[in-house]
């Protein structure tokens, strides 16, 4: 799927933040320790919360959605997820810990997603191994059992995000207590463990490195509703700064985007924080800065390619280092078809700045690259065609409608009557 984007526009006006992604894919998978159905309010309308809808219909739960609320019941009859749809979002991964707690089993396919770098799953899987799991590693499945898993003491190398999650999903149910050092922060651990917590679950210490579950012997209905996304948040504030535009972003909680409004008021945007929404006015003249990306609070490795984009017209050199993953600068060859002047040293990207950028083909790659290249053709001269949309899609709620209310003018290639 393309879309063609109208160059030269200013975004302003509003936009209304959807539920998180990044929340929401964990909540599904834990909604299946639950002994009760589970309803979810406002669940974002992405692909990606397509898949793993999917996923738990296959393993035989049962899942009822009135709009944007879901609601999920029954129980598994397998605890093999098909691959086809594992190999399409790496957050499949994340139904290992709960199949495994639940059920004693889970066999899953390693994980596919978005292509950035390699993405292995060791942590979870050393973790789990502590809570007494048994893990076999097949030519392209990994198979985990375990008669009862027991509380443990886990300490993380790194603080992965998924890692994270699937060993608070498996520890809630298990017996005994856990605790997972160096664990990640991001708001969206915080998250799960309040949706959990809601089902009854005792974890105490989410959003700080030490995390601690005291396994219950079971969990119980709720309803819940995620915390707003915060990289689409970015990602909108990002838009309107390069736009040189001026607009309100609604629904976001403004603490969770401090590394970006921090970054975006050192290029001279103007960010006004309110209780839960922000106001973002773009500055004609961009200032270059620095920006390495970290685990959470720092700056988030999911807005770094929007940010380079916007990067691209500062008034001079701007560098950003990928800290996070290893090979995910897969924006800046497009980004350079558009006139960004921008060369990568190893993890380190140096963006020249002073580029006017035109209108050209150019290819999402990924989830985030995508959302630059839309980013950058808001910005440039003429029209921009971003082919293979659809990882956009993946992450994004209506993010051309949401855009186009804001005075874009973007087009889906295919829709007839509407060439630009
Ligand atoms: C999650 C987010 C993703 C975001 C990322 C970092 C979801 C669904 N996805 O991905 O949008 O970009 O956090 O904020 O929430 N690592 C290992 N071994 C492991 C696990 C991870 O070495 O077992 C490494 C990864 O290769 C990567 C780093 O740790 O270099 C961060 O990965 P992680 O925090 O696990 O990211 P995800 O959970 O995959």
């Not at 691209?312 to 078809?337: T, Y």
Request: aromatic content about 6%.
């Amino acid at each position: 799927m393309d879309i063609l984007i109208k160059g030269n526009t200013k975004l302003s006006g509003e936009v209304e933040i959807s539920s998180a992604k990044n929340s929401i894919l964990p909540i599904l998978a834990a909604s299946i320790l639950s002994s009760e159905p589970v309803t979810i309010h406002k669940v974002p309308l992405i692909k990606d919360v397509f898949i793993i809808a999917e996923i738990l219909e296959t393993l035989g739960l049962q899942l009822e959605w009135k709009q944007q609320d879901i609601t999920i019941s029954g129980l598994a009859f397998s605890t093999h997820p098909p691959f086809d749809l594992v190999r399409q979002i790496r957050a499949s991964f994340l139904l290992m810990g709960p199949l495994l707690a639940k059920y004693g089993k889970a066999r899953i396919a390693f994980p596919g997603g978005c292509a950035i770098g390699h993405r292995p799953i060791d942590l979870h899987l050393k973790g789990l191994q502590r809570l007494g799991a048994s893990i076999h590693l097949t030519a392209g499945d990994v198979m985990a059992t375990a008669q009862r898993l027991y509380g443990a003491h886990i300490y993380l190398d790194y603080p992965s995000v998924g890692a994270t999650e699937n060993l608070i999903m498996a520890a809630s149910i298990a017996e005994g207590t856990s605790y997972i050092e160096n664990a990640a922060r991001e708001p969206e651990i915080v998250d799960l463990a309040n949706f959990i917590n809601a089902m009854g679950g005792k974890i105490s210490g989410a959003g700080t490195g030490l995390i601690t579950i005291e396994g219950v012997k079971k969990l119980s209905g709720v309803e819940y509703q995620a915390i707003p996304d915060r990289i689409e948040a970015g990602t909108y504030m990002v838009a309107v700064a390069a736009t040189s535009g001026n607009a309100l972003i609604k629904n976001v909680i403004p603490e969770h985007v401090k590394a970006v409004s921090a970054k975006l008021m050192e290029t001279g945007a103007v960010i006004e924080e309110e209780k839960n929404q922000l106001w973002v006015q773009g500055s004609q003249e961009v200032q270059p800065v620095y920006i390495k990306t970290l685990p959470y609070p720092g700056f988030p490795t999911d807005m770094q390619a929007q940010m380079m984009a916007y990067l691209s017209r500062g008034k001079g050199s701007s560098i950003i280092s990928e800290s996070v993953f290893e090979n995910r600068f897969m924006h800046v060859p497009e980004l350079k078809r558009m006139g960004a002047k921008i060369r990568i040293e190893g993890r380190t990207s140096v963006i020249e700045g002073k580029s006017r950028l035109t209108g050209t083909t150019v290819k999402a790659s990924d989830l985030r690259a995508g959302a630059a290249l839309v980013i950058a053709g808001m910005m440039a001269d003429g029209i921009t065609m971003v082919k293979d949309h659809q990882h956009v899609e993946r992450g994004y709620e209506n993010l051309a409608q949401k855009l186009n209310l804001m005075g874009a003018e973007i087009h889906y290639r295919d829709s007839p009557g509407q060439a630009l």
